[in-house]
């Protein structure tokens, strides 16, 4: 049984879930609620001493960092998310890091809370998010191709990172109005059944839902 120790927000997370839905894969989800501070749990430590999620039981292997577990259902399952092209390859990990090393670090909840906490009431949580979001996403517009996915022509590890980051684009009232084609990419993966399947709206948000 494969076994993803998750939370039904989180951008990594949904990352994992899409490409686990892509690779036609069967998997047990195990929710770890970040908001009541489950990472920091012995249990969850000893899977990952970094306390975050995702951690991707499979194939004898206990696996964390989306990105590196979305490479590794890539080359283990074939999924054809990174390019075969080097330099296409190149672009494509760029659009992804764009997102996943950039944006979303800068809105992982210790460090927003930190923020908040610090700032003296200076800033709020959803200010600090749309201040993030909203200049990288704006960058990455520029960036993407003017078609239904990122680059390529077909599904890659950036479309990947772009889905849940749009999400929390929403989910903070970061106005997308002028991000026409980071809208129109995201409306088309949306109806791709591995990524609606992975939306937060459809995954266990607690050990008990």
């Known amino acids: 049984m494969i076994r993803l120790h998750d939370y039904w927000r989180s951008s990594a997370s949904y990352r994992v879930r899409i490409a686990l839905g892509l690779a036609g894969l069967a998997w047990q989800s195990l929710p770890v609620d970040l908001v009541a501070g489950a990472q920091r749990a012995p249990d969850h430590l000893a899977r990952n001493p970094q ?55 800068v809105c992982n909840l210790r460090v927003a809370r930190h923020a908040v906490a610090q700032s003296g009431g200076g800033i709020t949580m959803e200010s600090w998010m749309r201040d993030v979001i909203a200049p990288g996403l704006a960058a990455l517009e520029t960036m993407v191709d003017d078609g239904d996915f990122c680059a390529a022509g077909r599904i890659t590890l950036a479309d990947l990172c772009l889905v849940p980051q749009l999400y929390n684009a929403r989910r903070w009232g970061v106005d997308l109005a002028a991000l026409p084609r980071l809208s129109r990419i995201g409306a088309h993966l949306d109806a791709i059944p591995a990524f609606a399947a992975a939306h937060p709206d459809r995954v266990p948000q607690s050990a008990e839902a």
């Open 51 to 105: 306390g975050l999620v995702p951690v991707l039981e499979i194939d004898g292997l206990a696996l964390t960092q989306s990105l590196a577990i979305v490479e590794y259902l890539d080359e283990t399952r074939g999924l054809g998310l990174v390019p075969g092209d080097a330099a296409m390859r190149a672009r494509v990990r760029a659009l992804a890091q764009a997102v996943a090393m950039e944006i979303h670090p």
